[in-house]
């Protein structure tokens, strides 16, 4: 069974910096993409960046672009995303994932942890 278990979250004031970890086990990590996810309150689930399995190629969600890096570590079955320059509108839970691809997901389907809450407030 996989099991993800997100960490690093906190309060942070606008500027400031965190960065996530995401532990898998139960999966063959390396043959799979790793994205990180987020859902704010009342709000859907989105996609806020992707790696690949050999961490060549990242991909991020317009609004993260220039201030969030997604990174993994294959040894260690973990991901981690390093996010700078938060705003408010990055407070959410989120999420990491392990998939097949990073297109056609039904994201919902592959969440597989709790998830670490990151609140941006002044």
């Known amino acids: 069974e996989t099991k993800m278990v997100e960490s690093g979250g906190g309060s942070v004031q606008p500027g400031q910096s965190l960065t996530l970890s995401c532990t898998a086990s139960?999966?063959?990590?390396?043959?799979?993409?790793v994205s990180w996810l987020r859902q704010a309150q009342g709000k859907e689930l989105e996609w806020v960046a992707g790696i690949s399995k050999d961490s060549s190629q990242t991909f991020y969600q317009e609004d993260v672009k220039g201030r969030f890096t997604i990174s993994r570590d294959n040894a260690k079955n973990t991901s981690y995303l390093q996010m700078n320059s938060l705003k408010f509108e990055d407070t959410g839970l989120y999420f990491c994932?392990?998939?097949?691809?990073?297109?056609?997901?039904?994201?919902?389907?592959?969440?597989r942890g709790q998830g670490t809450q990151v609140t941006v407030s002044s």
């Open positions: 994932a392990v998939t097949p691809a990073l297109t056609g997901i039904y994201w919902t389907d592959y969440l």
């Open positions: 139960g999966v063959y990590y390396s043959l799979y993409y």
